[in-house]
């Protein structure tokens, strides 16, 4: 019984269609409604609450994954990159439209790309072990995908516009400070990873 328990394991850990693996592809998929939200309809307000909504479920495919025991390793890669790759999109398409204030959003998208790009660099050139992303790390970026589209909200012609602008500081200053702070604190995690890398590779 331990025999196929373990067999079934594996296999769930290579597949690709998953449904976990599934919902992360339907987020990227909402990429191009929210651009067209932004520049085709104009409308700020309504693609933030879509933003907004793409963060609020970015912990749903990690449950389902959990709950249903579908946790695959591709999974594991494939939920962390959707979520750089929708924010730093929807970050350049904000900066574009000066939905935000360009300063943060600049500030936001250096991080995510020189974070990003130094694990992909370490990744397919070492050999670097892949790593869980950190609770503080996740806290720093689902802070993020709330401040930003607040700054969205605050820079529309909603009569409540000033509230959100005002939120979205007091939530985006920590939110950025935590994500530089963690992006250090990473340091050590990546230089294990590569060594364990080499020594796994000769």
Not at 77 to 90: C, E, G, H, K, Q
Not at 183 to 202: E, F, M
């Amino acid at each position: 019984m331990s025999d196929v328990s373990a067999d079934a394991s594996s296999i769930a850990g290579h597949r690709l269609l998953t449904a976990p693996n599934i919902f992360t592809l339907l987020r990227l998929c909402c990429i191009p409604l929210f651009f067209w939200m932004l520049f085709g309809r104009d409308n700020r307000a309504g693609a933030a609450w879509l933003l907004g909504g793409l963060g609020a479920t970015d912990w749903v495919d990690g449950y389902i994954a959990r709950r249903f025991n579908q946790v695959s390793e591709f999974g594991k890669i494939f939920d962390p990159t959707a979520d750089r790759i929708l924010l730093i999109s929807t970050i350049i398409g904000i900066i574009i439209n000066h939905a935000a204030p360009v300063w943060f959003c600049v500030a936001v998208l250096v991080r995510e790309v020189v974070f990003g790009g130094t694990v992909a660099l370490l990744t397919v050139f070492f050999k670097m072990k892949r790593f869980d992303v950190t609770w503080w790390g996740k806290t720093a970026t689902f802070g993020m995908m709330f401040a930003i589209p607040g700054f969205m909200v605050g820079s529309s012609t909603l009569a409540i516009h000033p509230l959100f602008e005002v939120a979205a500081w007091i939530l985006g200053i920590p939110s950025l400070l935590l994500s530089y702070w963690v992006a250090i604190k990473y340091i050590p995690t990546l230089r294990a990873g590569v060594r364990a890398g080499r020594s796994a590779a000769s």
